[in-house]
């Protein structure tokens, strides 16, 4: 019989880095991986936080594997997207080689967050190869099938946590693997300093006008603003307002876009810009006017769609500092290998549908429902029991679409909705 290994000295052994240990006893005594100390700690949580993924494969692999449910897994995923995100990690916990996986549907009871928040989230000391790191393990987490829509307990998705916490890389991630571009709009209406944020800005810039709504959207914006005639083309004079829109902002964001004048002060009206280009600059209005290809005299959207493209991102770009998200990458050599490692990870993963989006939180609510039942007798038990999940954390009754269901957060006691076919949970009540 294996002699028993105190679940204590094996986390602190993990805490203090000392994995060659924890490997030999797992190999050579009893430990067990999801015995917890007096601060709820496990083993394996702690080897999953600090990315210690020898430690982690010990324990999938080891005597006690079958103690290791697909809950602890799901928490273990959350626990390393927080701590020190690893991508080996993340593939021993979501490999199509296990019988079981992490659930990236899972979220933190306390929070409502998933693992895709959590490795959204930029850290004041986390390092570049951190940032990185957590970058392509978010693109992991959406090929696993993590839904970009999931809100936590403060109403943000994982493209608010990124936008929030400046980190671009996320963000690009997170709307690359489905994230809604949309978004980032009602993000920036939220507040004054929401719509300064450079990140969000960032992905306007980035994704805007390869997103078909958003473009569309773009559009309408351009000629409600340099159109008033809506005749869908611009006239001279209306061309002349839109370049010195263009020139006004040039000054704003601290470049020379003409030499003849400057409005470095921002005194000048959009008037005296548009006099002064047609008195000073008509060398410099002739880079536009050669776009009317076909001669017409006036210029349509695609004719325009160049310089209404650097107009756009221009003004997206206008918060970004120099050294904004420098950090957030490597050298090329460095980043070369990255990609390679984690093309084979994700080749490795094994995807969710959003259609299983049942979390850790909701079979909790489940076995406490099973408990209450086995303790309450006599013919006022259905209602008994109902009464206890609706007053703590079970699903309430509500007239609600096909999917939906409603809880109750136990620790905040507001209401909120999960949908338990595409794995989006919000605060608001879905309507039909």
């Known amino acids: 019989m294996k002699k028993h290994v105190d679940t204590y000295k094996v986390i602190n052994q993990l805490e203090l880095g000392d994995t060659a240990s924890v490997i030999k006893e797992i190999e050579f005594a009893d430990v067990n991986p999801v015995g917890k100390d ?123 946590v990124a936008m929030t916490s400046e980190f671009e890389r996320a963000g690009s991630e997170i709307i690359l693997g489905g994230g809604d571009l949309m978004h980032v709009t009602r993000y920036m209406k939220q507040s004054r300093d929401n719509g300064q944020n450079w990140v969000a800005n960032s992905m306007l810039s980035k994704f805007a006008f390869k997103h078909p709504l958003y473009l569309k959207k773009i559009k309408k914006q351009f000629h409600d603003e340099f159109d008033p005639d809506g005749s869908g083309e611009l006239d001279r004079k209306e061309l002349l307002r839109f370049i010195a829109f263009h020139v006004k902002l040039g000054f704003k964001n601290g470049q020379k876009p003409v030499k003849e004048f400057n409005d470095d002060d921002g005194s000048l009206e959009i008037s005296d810009v548009m006099r002064l280009l047609e008195t000073r600059c008509q060398s410099y209005l ?131 909705y999960h949908n338990t076919k595409t794995g989006a949970t919000v605060w608001k009540k879905p309507k039909f």
């Not at 986390?126 to 307990?153: F, R």
């Not at 160049?306 to 980043?335: H, N, S, V």
């Not at 989006?357 to 406490?368: C, E, F, H, T, Y």
């Open 38 to 160: 007096a601060k709820g700690r496990t083993p394996f949580n702690v080897a999953c936080r600090k990315g210690q993924v020898e430690v982690v494969r010990h324990f999938l692999d080891g005597n006690h594997k079958d103690r290791i449910t697909e809950d602890h897994m799901s928490q273990g995923l959350y626990i390393n997207c927080q701590g020190h995100t690893s991508g080996e990690v993340v593939l021993e916990l979501l490999s199509k080689k296990r019988n079981i996986n992490a659930n990236v549907h899972y979220f933190d009871p306390d929070t409502i967050s998933t693992a895709l928040h959590a490795a959204a989230a930029r850290g004041p000391n986390t390092t570049s190869e951190q940032l990185a790191e957590k970058a392509y393990v978010i693109g992991v987490l959406c090929k696993g099938g993590a839904n970009p829509g999931h809100e936590n307990i403060k109403t943000q998705t994982a493209l608010d």
């Open 286 to 416: 002739k880079q536009f006017h050669v776009l009317d290809e076909d001669q017409s005299g006036t210029f349509g959207w695609e004719e325009l769609l160049p310089i209404i493209r650097k107009f756009y991102q221009e003004m997206w770009q206008a918060t970004r500092k120099e050294d904004c998200g420098k950090d957030e990458w490597l050298d090329a050599k460095a980043e070369q290998a990255l990609k390679a490692k984690f093309q084979n990870i994700r080749d490795s993963v094994r995807p969710r549908s959003k259609q299983d989006a049942v979390s850790a939180l909701d079979l909790k609510r489940g076995q406490q429902a099973k408990t209450l039942k086995g303790k309450i007798k006599g013919p006022k038990q259905s209602v008994a029991i109902v009464h206890k999940q609706v007053r703590t954390s079970g699903p309430v009754a509500h007239d609600l679409p096909e999917g939906w269901v409603a809880h109750v957060d136990p620790k905040s006691g507001k209401q909120y």
